[in-house]
């Protein structure tokens, strides 16, 4: 009730509407900016996803640095284990050397041993021999990828599994290089790659297109960024 006699009006519990004014308060339009100042926050944007980049840069070669004095240390902790046995064995020998029977068995026992320490260097040399050659390939893909689709191939080895063919699809959507300064908008997105192979749906489990150039690893989990990759994977070609 007013103060001049009107009744208020009331929905079915019983509560007073809301006010013609505060209605119109919620439903006030959030800020536009002009041309200029968009492209200042692109801008923005674009160095703090840079400098990211740079940060995760840093961190991989500080992680190299961190592998090669790890595996110097078990190079010298390998190397005093074989010295260790070396001079056990000559002990050892030295010890049955009057005994042909207990020289042979020592013998036989001591090259056995170095044979199965041998086998197992061996088959390390190779896991890495083989991991890093993998690592070349996903390479030199990305690098071959990034150069047919003008898209950086930082971002494709940043933003994927490794796989092939997650790099071919997100290098369709990725933003042109050179493009980001200019205008980095999801509707400028759109227009510089009409066919993107990716579907501009959001049904669950499919990638759009601007969720897929926006998409950075920063921050996120390894399950994270393999739900993301999986996505990306079986988003329909349109």
């Known amino acids: 009730m007013t103060t001049d006699g009107t009744a208020t ?12 004014s505060k209605q119109e ?3 006030e339009k959030s800020p536009t900016f002009t041309p200029e100042q968009q492209k200042v926050i692109d ?14 840069g840093r961190t991989d ?6 592998e090669k004095a790890v595996k ?3 190079g010298v902790a390998r190397q005093a ?8 064995f000559r002990e050892q020998r030295d010890a049955v050397k009057d005994d042909p029977a207990a020289l042979q068995k020592l013998t036989t026992a001591h090259d056995a041993e170095v044979a199965i320490e041998e086998t197992r260097v061996e088959k390390g040399q ?18 071959r990828i990034a150069s047919e689709n003008g898209v950086s191939a930082k971002d494709l080895l940043e933003m994927t599994n490794g796989s092939e063919e997650t790099m071919e699809r997100l290098a369709k959507v990725l933003p042109k290089m050179g493009q980001e300064s200019a205008d980095t908008t999801p509707e400028a997105r759109r227009q510089a790659v009409p066919d ?3 579907t501009t749906g959001s049904g669950t489990g499919k990638v759009t297109r601007e969720e897929a150039a926006a998409f950075t690893t920063q921050g996120k989990s390894q399950e994270e960024i393999r739900d993301f990759n999986e996505r990306l994977l079986n988003s329909p070609r349109t």
């Open 72 to 74: 110097a240390r078990e």
């Open 81 to 88: 284990e074989t010295d260790a046995r070396d001079r056990r």
């Open 43 to 56: 801008g923005m944007v674009e160095k703090a996803k840079s400098d990211a980049l740079s940060t995760a």
């Open 126 to 143: 190779a896991a890495e021999a083989t991991k890093t050659a993998n690592e070349a390939i996903v390479k030199a893909n990305a690098a």
């Open 61 to 66: 070669k500080d992680l190299g640095e961190r």
């Open 25 to 27: 308060t919620s439903t």
């Open 196 to 198: 993107s192979g990716v």
């Open 9 to 20: 009006e009331q929905d079915p519990a019983g509560k007073t509407a809301p006010s013609a």
